[in-house]
């Protein structure tokens, strides 16, 4: 069942803090083509749509873990070279993709974060962290600290999208 009533305290905050490094990462899309968006402008792979559409795989995995465990993240060591090059390809635009398509997605995986958040009896509840050479060994995250981790990552990856943009034609996202 889904309230209607007003999220306060500590979930409002931090979803509060989530929003606006989402509007950050959008905002530097504005009045962009679909060719722009799949533009690098720097030395690494990265470009705007391919930065939108690794934020929202990120929050999609992260939240799947908050469900389910490290099994909605799968066991690194399991990885193929199918699935790193599907990795990859989560930083780029491919061909049929559309920034509008990769905006849309953004937007649903944001509105289920948001009501899994809003809804979640416990911010403490925890899992392991799945087995990868990032994490150490023997650790267990909490919703809380799963939704940190989403709005650190979703701020740092707005920064590399202002690089980006104003590498790309100038434009800003603050300042």
């Not at 980006?164 to 996202?173: M, N, T, V, Y």
Request: hydrophobic residues 45%.
């Amino acid at each position: 069942m889904i309230t209607t009533e007003p999220l306060t305290g500590e979930r409002a905050d931090l979803l509060a803090m989530l929003a606006k490094h989402r509007h950050f990462l959008r905002f530097t899309v504005r009045d962009l083509t679909d060719e722009q968006a799949g533009l690098r402008t720097t030395v690494s792979e990265l470009c705007l749509g391919g930065l939108i559409k690794h934020v929202t795989a990120a929050e999609r995995n992260w939240t799947g873990f908050i469900v389910d465990g490290p099994s909605a993240m799968g066991d690194f060591a399991d990885m193929t070279e199918e699935d790193f090059a599907r990795r990859a390809d989560e930083f780029r635009m491919l061909p049929g993709e559309t920034l509008a398509g990769v905006l849309d997605d953004y937007a649903e995986v944001a509105r289920r974060t948001d009501e899994l958040i809003a809804a979640l009896p416990d911010l403490d509840a925890s899992h392991p962290l799945p087995k990868a050479p990032w994490f150490e060994a023997d650790t267990e995250w909490s919703a809380r600290r799963v939704l940190m981790h989403i709005i650190a990552e979703t701020a740092q990856h707005a920064g590399h999208a202002d690089i980006i943009r104003e590498s790309l034609d100038g434009a800003k996202s603050m300042g």
